[in-house]
């Protein structure tokens, strides 16, 4: 497995949590990372991205505000800091790099998927 995310589990309405994601350095090297979710039924959605210095975030309109990405390049780490979750935010989270340093959306690779979930 090249990438893993995991900090998934079960919160409240408003409540916080943590997502991470680690992977090899010839993934992290050069590469810009991303989180997408998905729901049952519906087709991944991007959620977060950031390029490979750590400089630049893009956030979906869905969670701007809410949501923060940042990397960690010396840990091979890349996090999704979630606040002020909402049950829409249920979902399977995964994290994915980039081809290119700077986000583009053509993906090398996906991490596995870790389960948030949000109660009201």
């Known amino acids: 497995v090249q990438l893993q995310a995991s900090g998934g589990g079960l919160v409240q309405a408003g409540g916080s949590l943590r997502l991470s994601c680690t992977g090899s350095?010839?993934?992290?090297?050069?590469?810009?990372l991303a989180w997408f979710r998905q729901t049952p039924g519906k087709e991944r959605e991007f959620v977060a991205a950031?390029?490979?210095?750590?400089?630049?975030?893009s956030y979906a309109d869905a969670v701007k505000g809410r949501f923060t990405i940042s990397r960690e390049n010396a840990a091979d780490t890349m996090y999704l800091q979630m606040d002020s979750l909402k049950p829409e935010d249920t979902a399977v989270y995964y994290c994915?790099?980039?081809?290119?340093?700077?986000?583009?959306?053509?993906?090398?690779?996906w991490g596995q998927g870790t389960l948030v979930t949000v109660s009201s």
């Open positions: 950031v390029n490979w210095r750590g400089t630049t975030t």
């Open positions: 994915a790099a980039d081809r290119r340093p700077v986000y583009s959306g053509s993906l090398r690779s």
């Open positions: 350095k010839r993934i992290y090297s050069n590469n810009a």
